[in-house]
Every structure is written in structure tokens, then in C-alpha cells.
């Protein structure tokens, strides 16, 4: 961090008076904090890291009031710095404003692989911290395991059940499974049907797998009466609204079966409860218009079901799939797996938590394991008019929303004086592109928002530093 670009974030946080989800703030008036395990430990593991300013005192109105030593707090943090697993390598930065010293330490997002980053002197369960707002929160023991599947690349999808047995499976869908398997690949057509259950990851050591018994079993739940969906139709726009009769729910339905099973009946909720509208083309023609297209919501339902979290910890958790009057939302336990980020949604390749779930359905439905479902969702909304998926990943728990309210097309109508009134207070580029309804913040920002900067009507936070994370911009005065 430049020094310029501390004065920026100072001047920032005296104007908002808070800290936020990348930023903390310590007075350090009288000396160091003697323990900043948790804050190091939660920005080194959450996405981008985080910054911690020492020397403004936020119960004193978040006025400046200097650090006590700047070269022994920056010792002092390091030495914290060190206690940690990995070891935390900070970024110091040290100004003056208005006679009184300022430091900045910069905590950075450590890899995947080293992930949870915890203090050594409680151990990776009780020293793993994560960010919430403007706190740091013990992690759960279910969000440690979720970073250590990871790296150890434990494949919860083969573990077995001692009560399970082949005459779990159905051998009708398997004989199927059989015939599309050596017609798409060749070098399995010499191999005996055995051989080829063991390598797809359907059986191990003579018993079905957790994968075997979600793509064939004859009845999976009776092993796992969770892994299944709960669908609800909430009248209203929130959960506790009732409707016209007193009734929490228009529709309620436990959906189980195998993974196919499941994708058919959760469209067919979905397909029975939505609204359908008649509309008229420019030709006159008449036509049924769906409130969502049911592709989208499929894809959706598919990623739930391909990629959520099948291990001990989510056994009693199903997806969840609610109906709302302005939504659709589909939930399903285990957050984005990997090195996965939500910015890079359908991007490119991600790693997969349950590669012989999604291999297998990529033979049996001819699923897509190309990574195309997100942008086929994405896709789908946007030629029915409506505005892009919202997808959020957050303490193990993973949601993609779809709203029925038709997409103004603001790209053609948007004027500057709107974005220069928003600019009002600072905003960032994910705030402008969510309330411009854009997908893209780069697209919204060279097309928009650059070409006012030039003009002088929007002016930079951080103008030495235009690329940083920490960017803003804020109308001219």
C-alpha cells in the first residue's frame, strides 16, 4: 500500500465510521495488541485478505490518534505473524496525518492448499478464525474439515456404509449405465462389469459406494433419509409470511430417490407451481411465457445435487429449494469446493468435489462436465428477459437465486447523472454493477464509469493505485 493510499482508506474510515469485512481497526495508543490471533487467522482465509489500520481509536469517533511506536508494533505483529500456521507474512505502511503516525498492515489471502490458516498455540481446530461482517468467529468444526477435504483431497463420495449391499442397486439402470459406458469409452468395452463399477467409483471392496447408491440405488435414502431435497412454495417474499388461509406453505414436498430421480421431480415442482403469462410477439402471435426458464432451473438444481457436500457432517442436511413470489432459491450444503471463487463462476475450470458423481451423469443424462452449467443458467435468464442468477457461497453453504423480475435492459437507458448520484458516497465496482443490474463490474466499469472519470464527474479513492482491489469511486465535489 502506497502512502497516499492509507491517507485514502483513513479520510474513508473517518467518513463511514465502521469496520468492514476486509478492514480492522486497532487505537495501539498505549501499545500493541498482545492478541490479534483471530483477525490474522480470518483474513488469511478469506478471499483477498484483509487490512488492519493501527492508530485510529473508534470509540473516540474514529478519530486519529497515532500509534505508540510504529517501529515496535510493526516487531510486535510480526511476532504474532509468526505464531501463526502458515506463517503470515504482513505488509506494513506507515504514515503521517496531521503530526500523528498511522500503520497499516496488510494480511494476504493464503493459498488453498494452506487453508485454514489458524494459531499454532490453540491448534487447527480451536485456532481457525473466519470472517463475519466486521468480526472474527471461531470456525465450526464442519468448515475446518471443509478446507482440510481439500487439501487432502479426501473423496467423500466412495465411502461406504456396513449396511449397504449390491442388491441396493438397480440393475436394470446399471445394465443401461453398462451400455453407455462402453459406447462412449472405448477402452472400456473389455472390461467386465465389475472392473468398470470399481473404476467409475460405483463399488468398493464389494460394496456400493455413497456414489453408487446415489446414481443407482433402488432406494438411497433408506441409507441416507437427508440426501434428498425439501421443496417449499412460501407465499410472500420471506419465510414466516403466511397466505390468504393461514398457510406457511402453498406447496410442501420431500423429494428423494436416486440423483435422476431427484433432477425430474424437483423441475416438475418447480414447472407446477410456477406462474405461466400470455403474451403476444410483433407478429401477433400468441404464447405461454413460463415465469422461469425451466432449463436454468434444472442446471441449478443438477449443480445442488452433483456438487454438495455428501460427507458425515451433512448427513442430516438436504438441499433446500423454496419458491417465493419474486424467487427462486436452491440451496445446498457445502460452499464453493477449492480454489473456486464466486467472481470466477463458470470462468473456467473449477475443482470438483464429487468427480464420479458429476463423471457418471455426464454418461447417464448426458450431463455437461465442462463446467457449462452456470453459464448456461446465466444464459437461459438473460433470453427470458430476466435478471442474471445471483450466486452466494458462504459458511459451507451454497445458494444460486433466480428472479422472475423481467431485466430492464438499463445498458441502453442509463444516464450518467444516475451513476454520478450513486457515486454520492464512495462505492466500489461490485456495488455499481449490482445496482446497474450488470454481471460484468470490468464491462460496467470501461463502458461507464472510466469515461466519467475522465471527464472529472467521478473521481478515484485510490487514484495512484487505479487497479487495486480497494478501489472506489465517488462523485466529484
Partial sequence: MLTQELRNLVAKIRTEKCEGQHLEIKSARQGAPERMYDTLSSFSNQDC???????????????????????????????????????VRPLFTVCNID??????????????????????GRGRVRGSYVRIGEADKPMTEYEVYSFEVFKRKIQDELRTDKRATMEDLNCNALNLYFAKIRESKRNFAALDDERILTLQGIVQDGKPTLAGEMLFGLYPQSLFPQYSIIASVVPGVEIGELGSMGERFLDDKRIDGTITQMLDDAVTFVSRNMRCSLIVDDSGKRADRAEYPIKAVREAVLNALVHRDYSIHTENLPIRLLMFDDRIEIENPGGLYGRGTI???????????????????????????????????RLEMKNHKLKPPVFMSTQGVFRVTLYNKVFSDRKENISADEIIAFCSKPRSREELAQEFEF??????????????????????????????KNQQYVAAR
Fill in 49 to 87: 485478505g484483509g487490512i488492519i489500520v493501527f492508530g485510529i481509536d473508534e470509540n473516540d469517533d474514529f478519530n486519529v490518534t497515532g500509534v505508540y511506536d510504529p517501529h515496535d508494533i510493526q516487531k510486535k505483529v510480526t511476532e504474532q505473524c509468526e505464531q501463526m500456521q502458515p506463517k
Fill in 99 to 120: 503530526g500523528k503516525i498511522v500503520v497499516s498492515t496488510e494480511i494476504g489471502e493464503c493459498d488453498a492448499f494452506d487453508k485454514p490458516c489458524f494459531y499454532v
Fill in 343 to 377: 467472481d470466477n463462476l463458470g470462468k473456467f475450470g473449477f475443482d470438483t468435489r464429487n468427480p464420479y458423481i458429476a463423471g457418471a451423469l455426464e454418461i447417464a443424462i448426458n450431463s455437461e462436465n465442462r463446467y457449462s452449467g452456470i453459464p448456461t443458467m
Fill in 439 to 468: 454481471e460484468t463490474p470490468s464491462y460496467f466499469l470501461r463502458q461507464y464509469v472510466k469515461p466519467l472519470v475522465k471527464r472529472g464527474k467521478l473521481l478515484l479513492t485510490l487514484p495512484d493505485k487505479p487497479k487495486s
